[in-house]
């Protein structure tokens, strides 16, 4: 993805989090530049590289983590840490780090509430069921006004 987007970005870049989530609970993320996922509330160390489109030479390191029975996992969009009030304060990290544990929908209704000044995505992951199988909640992107 990187070297497809070397060039193409007219002097910006792209952020993205790379997520495969396993039945055994087993999660492997590559970040490049994106937000880090919440597990239950806390912020989850990944390795972070270069956005994307940046340099050709950007690695991308693995980061491993397990999911047990019952955690969340909950992934977001910079709009919701850059929703800004009408005095121009950001939501920012602690309040995100505060509503993590909540839906999906309820992040993206929170952050947009608060004044959405970008597009807004929230997915969050619980494992759950007896095969161990990831139960996900998704809210559709908000759109940002014209």
């Known amino acids: 993805m990187n070297q497809r987007l070397i060039g193409r970005n007219n002097g910006g870049f792209t952020t ?13 993320l590559a970040n490049a530049g994106h ?11 990944t390795s972070n590289g270069l956005p994307l489109g940046l340099t050709p030479d950007a690695s991308y390191p693995e980061t ?6 019952d955690e969340q996992l909950t992934l977001i969009t910079d709009g919701v840490l850059e929703a ?5 304060e950001l939501f920012g990290f602690d309040r995100t780090a505060a509503i993590s544990t909540k839906s999906a929908q ?14 807004i995505t929230a997915l969050t992951l619980t494992r759950h069921g007896v095969d161990g199988a990831p139960s996900t909640q998704y809210a559709t992107p908000i759109l940002s006004p014209s």
Request: charged share 20%; with cysteine.
């Open 64 to 69: 491993n983590h397990s999911l047990a029975p």
């Open 16 to 28: 993205c989090l790379v997520l495969r989530a396993d039945p055994s609970g087993t999660l492997t």
């Open 106 to 119: 309820e992040i993206a209704q929170t952050a947009q509430f608060f004044g959405q000044d970008d597009d």
């Open 35 to 45: 937000i880090a996922p919440y597990l239950n509330g806390a912020e989850l160390f």
């Open 84 to 88: 800004r009030n009408k005095t121009g």
